[in-house]
């Protein structure tokens, strides 16, 4: 009994200095974070922009934020990503999310690029689905899967993140080029799994949680403003759609490779009139029985569902703005400060934005308020 009172002293001692270590990274990534919030990052709220009656459109005068907003004391950070493939984009828990940020944060105390953090964090959505698992297969253990027997240490080594991330990047900066190539051909390198492509399609959603983590103004290279990780819970609304809004959320996050019909927009065949049209079909409809995103708007704030001038939309909601048209503009929110809009990079496509970029950005919108996700007359099948 008294041998086995010492191994289970023991076990709670090597599991408090765990929690302790991993709390200390954690602390060191979110006290970073905070530390470089202002009002035009990833990290806090958008200030609201004018009062929201009428909009100036692209060549209007100069937009400014009339909200405080505080200087960043570093420079925003660019996370490389060359994503190849389809790619996987879930949603990740507040667990898996602070896993990615004591694999990103080990990479900056060991003044790695973001770079390596992207490959360690897909490796570890591949591996573990960044989940610190007891065990796997065979004697595989741990964030990254990795295997005692194959020397990564011991079990209670590579189930500890700070030490199994640190190993991971003892054997990535070893691998040639792995600054620079493919992000699966180095992963595959340091990991030798049996499934060698498996980790592309991890790219794109591990640079989300890289840049959400980083500590600075991080912004991936492929979408120019912050990605985020995991969306805040869509929002409760009072009304009732063919589809609920975060699956109205999913719908908007893999439209970006659709093209809609423009014959779906306006009798006219243009773009200009879409954006009513593609919130609409986002929540299972085929048109949203609104003339134009400012007649929908006009009947929202008479059926009491909209929030003029309120920066605090929930996932789900509609963003409503006024520009130099009689139409105006309408937005989805996903939350994270992300918007999915139409045309703002492409015509005729969808593309996934920070809602800044429509304020700030060449269309030079106002914002009018938020409303929540109601259709008056609309009907039809959705093509997304």
Excluded at 108 to 114: F, Q, V
Excluded at 347 to 376: H, M
Aim: overall charge neutral; hydrophobic content about 35%; aromatic content about 6%.
């Amino acid at each position: 009994m008294a041998v086995l009172r010492r191994i289970a002293l023991a076990g709670a001692v090597m599991l408090l200095a765990l929690v302790m270590l991993i709390g200390l990274a954690l602390q060191a990534v979110f006290s970073d974070s905070e530390s470089v919030a202002n009002a035009q990052t990833c990290d806090a709220p958008l200030q609201p922009v004018g009062n929201g009656a009428e909009g100036t459109g692209s060549q209007g005068p100069e937009i400014r934020f009339e909200g405080a907003t505080k200087s960043s004391t570093t420079k925003r950070v660019i996370v490389p990503l060359h994503p190849e493939g389809p790619q996987e984009n879930p949603s990740w828990s507040e667990a898996r999310e602070r896993n990615a940020s004591v694999i990103t944060n080990v990479a900056r105390t060991r003044n790695l690029s973001p770079r390596a953090a992207v490959i360690a964090v897909a490796t570890s959505m591949q591996e573990s689905t960044l989940d610190n698992l007891n065990g796997g297969d065979r004697d595989s253990a741990g964030l990254f899967q990795q295997r005692p027997s194959q020397g990564w240490g011991s079990l209670a080594e590579v189930t500890d993140p700070v030490h199994a991330s640190n190993t991971f990047y003892d054997r990535l900066t070893k691998v040639s080029n792995w600054q620079t190539d493919p992000l699966t051909k180095v992963a595959q390198r340091v990991q030798r799994s049996g499934y060698p492509e498996a980790y592309a399609k991890w790219e794109t959603s591990a640079g989300a949680l890289v840049a959400k983590a980083w500590g600075a103004e991080a912004v991936t290279s492929t979408t120019g403003g912050c990605t985020g990780g995991t969306d805040a819970p869509a929002g409760k609304f009072s009304v009732k759609n063919p589809r609920t809004p975060q699956q109205a959320i999913q719908a908007a996050r893999k439209a970006p490779n659709i093209a809609l019909p423009l014959s779906t927009c306006n009798a006219e065949g243009t773009w200009r009139r879409c954006c009513d049209n593609f919130v609409a079909q986002a929540y299972g409809y085929g048109n949203s029985g609104s003339v134009t995103a400012n007649a929908h708007w006009d009947r929202l704030v008479s059926a009491g569902l909209a929030h003029a001038g309120s920066n605090t939309p929930p996932p789900g909601a509609l963003l409503f703005y006024a520009t130099n048209d009689a139409a105006g503009h309408v937005a989805l929110y996903l939350g994270n400060d992300l918007v999915a809009s139409n045309d703002v990079k492409r015509n005729g496509y969808i593309d996934i934005i920070p809602r800044k970029e429509l304020t700030d950005g060449s269309w030079r919108l106002r914002y009018r308020g938020w409303a929540e996700p109601s259709f008056p007359s609309a009907g039809g099948t959705p093509s997304i």
